[in-house]
């Protein structure tokens, strides 16, 4: 029996990888802009992390977290979110002793076990990005600029941008009970989840996917309804900064997000399909994150992207991405010139000229057959006769034309003919 790849997993395939390298390579571009600075963290982390940084009452950590233990007995996770291990990796490495604020990206697979379905595995890629040490709304409104830059330079349309304040833990503390006030009467028409979310953590039921659930939250209180001044003042800056940007978006007041540390902001990206919207994207304020894993006081605020997601996107939407050429040039190998295909192949690759040769001793006519199943844009034929003379073939794909050209002047001739 074949032994096939995990139920939620997928393999990234030439023809598809050059996309990836397309919309990461504009994430490492974006960010050095925008003076962000790439972290790496472990793809698993110690269980208690995300126990305590995500919220023990999230979906995340209740039903989609990967946790084992180890030979040691300790507790490990398969990280399912990046924010708290980049706020364990800044706390660990002292880099609060930097000058602040520290503006942190990061990109990589994160693990859920969820339901499989277009856009969503169990083994995602997310682009993240973080800022530590920025409490002003200033913060906020640049994170936002970056995801909404980043997608539009992919070439994404019609998106909107979703944003609220679910306030401080001073003010937050009002909603709990106006909800639980709200929701008694209709308990019973609740789904399993959300009847026991009303004791442990009623916020959560805004946040619900159950289409019921999201009926009967549409009237209920929201956090805007219970913002502290302070808090009612960072969300308006937030706004103005956005208005300054002409970012465009949709104040969204039952928008909570589905992570137990977010303060203040919050926000998501969204694009429509078949009269839904759904997330690309998303991210907020993380003020009493770092006290919550153990650090001290420090303001954070970050965002998310899916990376399937994007792609996904991008083909529904008929975008492409222009990717550079897997095979720029083929050396066919005509009689016995195997030393000079050799020879003009090195060169061609110290050119930067993308280059592979036949290895397989296959006729000159099976080669050019190849040649034109990879739809390579050049061939140089290295012939008896031509090398003799210290020449060879170059052949341009797309008109069907051959030329002599001199040995040492072959790299120049294929960077011409294949556009560069």
Same mark, same amino acid.
């Given at each position: 029996m074949q032994i096939t790849r995990p139920r939620g997993t997928s393999d990234i395939l030439p023809g598809t990888t050059e996309k990836w390298q397309v919309i990461e390579q504009t994430m490492h571009r974006i960010c050095r802009e925008y003076a962000y600075r790439e972290i790496r963290t472990p793809i698993f982390e110690h269980t208690e992390l995300f126990l305590r940084g995500v919220g023990e009452t999230t979906d995340i950590v209740e039903k989609e977290m990967y946790t084992f233990l180890d030979k040691g007995g300790r507790s490990i996770t398969l990280r399912p979110e990046a924010t708290a291990a980049v706020a364990r990796a800044y706390l660990e490495n002292k880099l609060f002793a930097q000058p602040q &604020?520290? !503006?942190?990206?990061?990109?990589?697979?994160?693990?859920?076990?969820?339901? &499989?379905?277009a856009g969503r595995l169990r083994q995602f890629h997310q682009f993240d990005v973080e800022v530590f040490g920025a409490a002003g709304p200033g913060a906020d409104a640049e994170v936002i600029a970056l995801a909404m830059d980043y997608l539009a330079r992919l070439g994404l349309k019609d998106l909107q941008l979703h944003i609220n304040s679910v306030g401080c833990p001073e003010c937050r503390q009002v909603l709990p009970e106006k909800l639980r006030t709200y929701l008694a009467g209709q308990v019973g028409d609740l789904c399993g989840d959300c009847r026991t979310?009303?004791?442990?953590?009623? +916020?959560?039921?805004?946040? /619900?996917?159950? =289409?019921?659930?999201?009926?009967?939250?549409?009237?209920?209180? *929201?956090?805007?309804?219970?913002? /502290?001044?302070?808090?009612?003042?960072?969300?308006?800056?937030?706004?103005?900064? +956005?208005?300054?940007?002409?970012?465009?978006?949709?104040?969204?007041?039952?928008?909570?997000?589905?992570?137990?540390?977010?303060?203040? *902001?919050?926000?998501?990206?969204?694009?429509?399909?078949?009269?839904?919207?759904?997330?690309?994207?998303?991210?907020?304020?993380?003020?009493?994150?770092?006290? *919550?894993?153990?650090?001290?006081?420090? &303001?954070?605020?970050?965002?998310?992207?899916?990376?399937?997601?994007?792609?996904?996107?991008?083909?529904?939407?008929?975008? #492409?991405?222009?990717?550079?050429? &897997?095979?720029?040039?083929?050396?066919?190998?005509?009689?016995?010139?195997? =030393?000079?295909?050799?020879?003009?192949?090195?060169?061609?690759? !110290? =050119?930067?000229?993308?280059?592979?040769?036949?290895?397989?001793?296959? #006729?000159? !006519?099976?080669?050019? !057959?190849?040649?034109?199943?990879?739809?390579?844009?050049?061939?140089?034929?290295?012939?008896?006769? =031509?090398?003799?003379?210290?020449?060879?073939?170059?052949?341009?794909?797309a008109t069907g034309e051959q030329t002599e050209v001199p040995v040492e002047l072959i790299a120049e001739r294929v960077r011409t003919l294949s556009g560069r």
């Open positions: &604020p520290i !503006k942190l990206y990061c990109v990589g697979p994160m693990f859920r076990y969820d339901r &499989p379905q979310r009303i004791d442990r953590n009623p +916020l959560r039921v805004l946040d /619900c996917k159950n =289409e019921k659930c999201r009926d009967i939250g549409r009237e209920a209180p *929201t956090p805007l309804d219970c913002l /502290c001044t302070a808090c009612a003042e960072h969300f308006e800056q937030v706004r103005r900064q +956005l208005d300054l940007l002409k970012i465009g978006y949709v104040v969204n007041p039952r928008l909570v997000r589905g992570l137990d540390y977010y303060t203040r *902001t919050a926000f998501e990206i969204l694009f429509s399909e078949s009269g839904a919207q759904n997330a690309v994207g998303g991210g907020g304020r993380y003020d009493g994150l770092m006290e *919550t894993i153990g650090g001290a006081s420090v &303001p954070g605020v970050g965002f998310a992207i899916g990376l399937e997601r994007v792609l996904l996107v991008l083909e529904r939407q008929g975008v #492409s991405l222009e990717t550079a050429a &897997p095979l720029e040039a083929f050396v066919a190998v005509a009689g016995e010139t195997d =030393e000079l295909a050799t020879r003009l192949l090195a060169d061609l690759r !110290k =050119e930067g000229v993308a280059a592979d040769r036949d290895y397989t001793g296959r #006729s000159l !006519k099976a080669q050019m !057959k190849y040649a034109g199943k990879t739809r390579v844009p050049v061939v140089v034929i290295t012939g008896e006769d =031509e090398a003799a003379r210290g020449v060879a073939v170059v052949r341009d794909m």
